[in-house]
């Protein structure tokens, strides 16, 4: 099995090593199944959660992963510290480094952090990127990969991937690191991949994008019956640099209400990687319908974040290797 | 001031001959050289090919106010070691160039320097906020005697501002030199938009803000009768507009930079700071076009836009970083690599780019003149054969975005004024003293 | 590299059988009796053992009573030596929780890996008792750790490479010494 240096793009993973992941994460599954929920692996490892952006529920996830696995967790967050004050991004990594962290787990606003972290020469560790701006968000595009594999094999999940699999993202294809990191590695799985969005919220130039491109919901659950549609969340901030009128009339559009809801098949899964917001994007009907992954995403994404920490954190590895 | 007898130069690519220089002046050209500098200090020049000295119409010096980048001393010392006797300095300075006495003050720094002739450039608009016209009359009058007048680094966006500083500086034979970038369509943005920002997730510069303000500015400029200066023209899209505009007569001028005639936005994938510039890297697609442009005549010039910045400001993410990139050093280089090396042109109009065409924009009569006796003794020696490691080492900064490169064609000795700034590769301890008395 | 083959296929077997009785034996009868095979050969082991106790007793059931172990992450060379595949454990049907549960590996050697199959075990649940059984037991223990039922007591040198083939992967089967 190849191990990886860092985790910074859903890219980062062959067909054979996004499908070994999976695996390894559906044992971890099973670990977060039993009374005892620990596993030994990662004694006397430091894992840092560096965030420079709010995200309570990704940072518990890591957190709660790298405990499972018996690292030791250290939580830096930008708010409160001296990042605020404007120490550096550089400053702020060697500061860790010196501190001996064998892995950072970072989110960021900017794009590129995460890659610029890695290649710096500023910290040894292994590099995970848990969302770096409008870039991408490698974890989150393996737990929804994972989520999709288990809701249609089920037990007998292990080895396989997601070929022939139709997957609509719907939302603000432009602004999400999810749909970029989910649009890699679905194509890594042979899924067949659906973008449907408001033609503001689509990159100016996707001519290179391995997708279909719909602005029609209504249309795209018609033809295509995807096996899965994942919602992106939306941002009002958006409305306000006119990439839609209002919420009212984005909801209407491309909201997933119970009029789309029925149409989507039974067996078929409705996602959102959350936070969401009710009534805007997803209506709390399908949040809350049977076709709704949202609770097992969140419990997924433990899983996938001990796999991707084993990977990354245990075993020989080439620090020259960047 | 010394006299100097430099054999065997080949002038602007012709067969070689003699020059023989005398306190600031080319004295003699040809055989009358090696007769009339029998007691003057002899230069061997095989090999070297002669041109004007480089006048540099957009350049930032970053003092007053931001000497940690570079200072008038240091970057004119870079602007020595490229070849370069002439440097327009731009006016985003803190204090900004918008009075006589900030033009004044970066005039005699240029002087008291003695590396090249600094000629600041002043704002159009106080304090560059785009809502007033600066004193353009008092810095044309000043000893600065400016001439070249640019917002750089912002763009005049204002129709009825721009309109009115084009019709204003017709009184003193003035331009206004354009940084086209409308700002409303490029808020936030962080590189090109194309194919490789949507990949990288960076949010878009696209063309069409760059090429809308152009389009409006030749109109402009041919409705009031005035000239207009195109600062670092970067897509095909801005060289077609500047096409049609010359063909109707409109009285526009065009620069680009070295590193838009060799960069693309491919080079963002690394995220790696040091190509972030403003105008942004664009495609290959806009590097052709530009190449051509130069050829043809479109673009009249090269301007480095050289933009030292301090190590912390790029040594960190991309969307932190400051834009900008290094030139000076490197520009007679690239300009080698483009026009010459390639066999797409020749020296005459390597000259006319880097030296007499910029020159005739920024009216600096003393610049740009053709290497015949009587001529002022500006002359940058460059040697066809060298190829070298794209460093550079003058500048009070490092973000070179050629570290890695090699090219060829590079500066050997510059002259100014008769004064060696630049001998046998290596920058001169001091600059020329222009108190001395010629003669001496 | 001299290879010498120190147990046959019918000796495998032999060993195997008196290993299942020796089980049955200590445990007076299949009461409670679990077997968890180490993977990869403890696992099909484990599976001949089972066979051959159910040819005995009927009450034995290998389709409840037999499960895999899988130890890799509590191995404690995880940070030195290459990351390896990991595999799926399974619980036997009956649990282990106050079971007799066997462990079954092929090469008994430093006792590393009984040791994180031991911590393993632990994190399952609570068996009544844990017992070793082996195919061989080449000695070099950095462990106190014993086997229980040993098939075969082969001295080696640490030079020496022991090869476990089984039929089920290796298309033969035999035990092969090589230095």
């Not at chain 1, 695996?23 to 039993?34: C, G, K, L, Q, Y």
């Not at chain 2, 780019?353 to 610049?367: C, E, F, T």
Request: with cysteine.
């Amino acid at each position: 099995m190849s191990q990886l240096n860092h985790l910074l793009s859903a890219a980062d993973l062959s067909r054979d090593a996004a499908i070994n992941l999976l695996d390894i994460a559906e044992t971890m599954a099973s670990v977060n199944d039993r009374e005892i929920k620990k596993l030994p692996t990662l004694r006397g490892k430091t894992v840092v959660n560096l965030f420079f952006e709010d995200s309570t529920r990704t940072r518990i996830s890591f957190e709660l992963a790298a405990k499972r696995l018996s690292a030791d967790v250290i939580n830096f967050s930008a708010k409160g510290s001296s990042v605020s004050k404007g120490e550096s991004l550089k400053d702020t990594a060697q500061t860790l480094e010196a501190m001996g962290a064998d892995g950072v787990v970072i989110r960021h606003s900017a794009s590129g952090a995460a890659y610029t972290l890695a290649h710096s020469g500023w910290i040894n560790g292994s590099i995970v990127n848990a969302g770096d701006g409008t870039h991408e968000h490698p974890t989150q595009a393996l737990l929804d990969a994972f989520t999709i594999r288990r809701r249609l094999h089920g037990a007998a999940s292990t080895g396989k991937a997601l070929d022939g699999v139709k997957v609509a993202i719907v939302g603000d294809v432009l602004h999400s690191r999810v749909a970029r990191s989910n649009l890699l590695l679905l194509n890594t799985l042979g899924a067949e991949v659906h973008l449907v969005a408001p033609p503001t919220l689509l990159p100016a130039d996707a001519s290179g994008w391995n997708a279909q491109i719909h602005y029609d919901l209504d249309g795209m659950l018609h033809t295509v019956k995807p096996d899965a549609v994942m919602m992106l969340r939306v941002q009002l901030e958006r409305m306000n640099a006119a990439y839609f009128p209002s919420e009212r009339e984005y909801a209407r559009v491309w909201g997933f209400n119970a009029d789309r809801l029925a149409l989507l098949g039974e067996k078929a899964l409705l996602m959102h990687p959350g936070p969401m917001n009710r009534g805007l994007e997803i209506s709390a009907a399908a949040a809350d319908s049977p076709n709704s992954t949202v609770l097992e995403q969140v419990a997924n994404g433990v899983s996938v974040r001990m796999a991707v920490l084993f990977n990354l954190l245990s075993g020989e590895r080439s620090i020259d290797n960047v | 001031m010394s006299n100097y007898l430099l054999k065997n130069v080949s002038l602007v690519g012709q067969a070689p001959t003699d020059v023989l220089i005398s306190g600031e002046h080319i004295f003699a050209v040809g055989s009358d050289a090696a007769k009339q500098g029998a007691s003057a200090e002899v230069i061997d020049c095989t090999g070297l090919v002669a041109v004007p000295g480089l006048v540099d119409l957009h350049t930032h010096l970053r003092e007053p106010g931001f000497e940690a980048s570079e200072t008038v001393l240091t970057g004119t010392r870079s602007a020595a070691a490229g070849g370069f006797t002439a440097v327009h300095a731009m006016a985003n300075t803190s204090p900004v160039a918008d009075t006589a006495g900030v033009v004044e003050q970066v005039w005699s720094l240029g002087l008291a320097a003695g590396f090249a002739d600094v000629a600041p450039v002043g704002a159009v608009t106080v304090g560059l906020e785009g809502k007033q016209l600066a004193e353009l009359a008092a810095m044309a009058d000043s000893r600065a005697q400016v001439r070249v007048f640019s917002d750089d680094g912002k763009c005049v966006s204002d129709p009825l501002l721009m309109r009115r500083a084009l019709e204003y500086v017709k009184a003193f034979d003035g331009v206004v030199a354009q940084h086209a970038q409308e700002p409303r369509l490029t808020e936030g943005a962080q590189m090109n938009e194309g194919v490789v920002s949507a990949e990288l997730g960076l949010a878009g510069w696209p063309a069409v803000a760059e090429e809308s303000i152009i389009a409006r500015d030749v109109l402009l400029a041919g409705h009031v009768g005035s000239r207009l200066h195109v600062c670092h023209l970067s897509t095909a899209g801005s060289v077609e507009i500047v096409r049609w505009a010359k063909a109707r007569g409109i009285n526009v001028t065009a620069e680009v930079t070295p590193h838009h005639l060799l960069l693309t936005d491919e080079l963002a994938r690394s995220y790696d700071a040091v190509y972030k510039v403003n105008p942004p890297l664009r495609t290959q697609a806009d590097v052709f076009a530009l190449r051509e442009a130069l050829i043809d005549g479109t673009i009249d010039i090269i301007a480095t836009d050289h933009a030292p910045h301090p190590d912390e400001s790029k040594d960190c993410e991309w969307s932190a970083a400051a834009f900008g990139m290094l030139g000076l050093e490197i520009a007679a280089s690239v300009a080698f690599d483009v026009l010459i090396d390639s066999g797409a042109s020749h020296w005459q109009r390597y000259a006319e780019v880097l030296s007499h065409n910029p020159a005739q924009i920024g009216r600096l009569s003393q610049q740009g003149q053709p290497l015949v006796a009587g001529s002022i003794a500006n002359i940058a020696l460059i040697d066809p054969t060298k190829r070298r490691d794209a460093v550079s080492t003058e500048s009070k900064s490092s973000n070179n975005p050629y570290l890695g490169l090699t090219l060829g064609g590079e500066v050997v000795h510059t002259i100014y004024r008769g004064y060696f700034t630049k001998r046998d590769g290596s920058v001169a301890a001091v600059g020329r003293d222009h108190t001395a008395k010629a003669g001496n | 590299m001299v290879a010498r083959t120190v147990l046959t296929g019918d000796d495998i077997d032999r060993a195997v059988t008196r290993i299942a009785h020796e089980i049955i034996e200590s445990n007076h009868g299949v009461d409670n009796l679990v077997l968890l095979g180490i993977p990869t050969r403890g696992v099909l082991i484990a599976n001949r053992i089972a066979k051959i106790i159910e040819r005995n007793d009927a009450k034995f059931a290998p389709a409840d009573a037999v499960g895999r172990l899988d130890i890799t992450m509590y191995r404690d060379d995880l940070a030195t030596n290459p990351t390896r595949e990991v595999t799926e454990t399974v619980e036997p049907a009956l649990g282990i929780d106050n079971r007799v549960v066997v462990l079954v590996d092929d090469v008994l050697y430093s006792g590393r890996t009984i040791r994180a199959a031991l911590d393993a075990l632990s994190d399952l649940g609570r068996p009544k008792v844990v017992r070793l059984a082996v195919l061989v037991d080449r000695g070099h223990r950095e462990l106190p750790i014993r086997a229980d039922f040993v098939g075969k007591n082969l001295p080696t040198s640490r030079e020496e490479r022991i090869q476990v083939k089984l039929l089920e992967i290796d298309n033969e089967n035999g035990v092969v010494i090589a230095s």
